[in-house]
T-cell receptor, first 117, second 115 residues
Framework: AQKVTQAQTEISVVEKEDVTLDCVYE???????LFWYKQPPSGELVFLIR??????QNEISGRYSWNFQKSTSSFNFTITASQVVDSAVYFC??????????????FGQGTILTVHP | NAGVTQTPKFRVLKTGQSMTLLCAQD?????MYWYRQDPGMGLRLIHY???????AKGEVPDGYNVSRLKKQNFLLGLESAAPSQTSVYFC??????????????FGDGTRLSIL
């Protein structure tokens, strides 16, 4: 069975602070995909990143960066110089590959990030 | 750019009533999914479909039925609504491209309250 754990239920920061959202996963699959989604107050789910288990390179996209460490089964997400618009619920998710996975996602519980001006 | 459209957006039901949530996607995606989102629990998969005429159970299927008569539509039914089914329901779709799992595209959600 797959499991995704986001240890932080809520995080509150002041604008311009850096913030890291933790994600730890469990899977028996040797190949898998990891995702991060953002859910702003408006409620929709916005795809942020997809990473396959073969690629352990860290990724940076603007103020966002992701640190994937297979050895510790973690896929952490850092926002640099946070802004009020970053306030949202962030979800980490896991999917198997091929076979009967069919892209099904196992989500973590979500982390509520509040950025204060 | 419709993407994934869910109807209705809000609904209030009484216990025991039935209803159907409709999901439509215009991206020609093979895979479609229904999730429910409850506070503190993230999103959990109810049912999914890997193609027209095919459906399968997810993590929390009890009390729900689904149908996919057309590739673009995925219906979620509640035959006899219960207060425990009060939740926000999300439909999603994704493309089948070999073994690389494509990101799922989500609808805006349906907020359902069962009294």
């Amino acid at each position: 069975a797959q499991k995704v754990t986001q240890a932080q239920t809520e995080i509150s920061v002041v604008e311009k602070e850096d913030v890291t959202l933790d994600c730890v996963y469990e899977t028996r699959d040797t190949t898998y995909y990891l995702f991060w989604y953002k859910q702003p107050p408006s409620g929709e789910l916005v795809f942020l990143i997809r990473r396959n288990s073969f690629d352990e390179q860290n990724e940076i996209s603007g103020r966002y960066s992701w640190n994937f460490q297979k050895s510790t089964s973690s896929f952490n997400f850092t926002i640099t110089a946070s802004q009020v618009v970053d306030s949202a619920v962030y979800f980490c998710a896991l999917s198997g590959v091929g076979g009967t996975s069919y892209g099904k996602l196992t989500f973590g519980q979500g982390t509520i990030l509040t950025v204060h001006p | 750019n419709a993407g994934v459209t869910q109807t209705p957006k809000f609904r209030v039901l009484k216990t025991g009533q039935s209803m159907t949530l409709l999901c439509a996607q215009d991206m020609n995606h093979e895979y479609m999914y229904w999730y429910r989102q409850d506070p503190g629990m993230g999103l959990r998969l109810i049912h999914y479909s890997v193609g027209e005429g095919t459906t399968a159970k997810g993590e929390v299927p009890d009390g729900y039925n689904v149908s996919r008569l057309k590739k673009q539509n995925f219906l979620l039914g509640l035959e006899s609504a219960a207060p425990s089914q009060t939740s926000v329901y999300f439909c999603a779709s994704s493309s089948k491209q070999g073994s690389s799992n494509q990101p799922q595209h989500f609808g805006d959600g349906t907020r359902l309250s069962i009294l």
